[in-house]
């Protein structure tokens, strides 16, 4: 279920203040040092450092 339109643009990586890219259910933080994955659960995003996927 894709996440409502504009929502992405107002949301921002807790960790380092970057952009969010929609990707496979998650949100991919575009910062370049960061690169968190956050799991969208349920169609809802979930901005939460200890609940994302490190990048490998
Ligand atoms: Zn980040």
């Given at each position: 279920m894709p996440?409502?339109?504009?929502l992405l643009e107002?949301?921002?990586c807790p960790a380092c203040h970057s952009s969010l890219k929609?990707?496979?259910?998650?949100l991919i933080c575009?910062?370049?040092?960061?690169g968190l994955a956050y799991p969208v659960r349920d169609g809802i995003?979930?901005?939460l450092v200890?609940?994302?996927r490190r990048p490998a």
């Amino acid at each position: 279920m894709p996440l409502e339109t504009g929502l992405l643009e107002i949301l921002a990586c807790p960790a380092c203040h970057s952009s969010l890219k929609e990707q496979d259910n998650e949100l991919i933080c575009t910062g370049q040092e960061c690169g968190l994955a956050y799991p969208v659960r349920d169609g809802i995003p979930v901005l939460l450092v200890d609940e994302a996927r490190r990048p490998a």
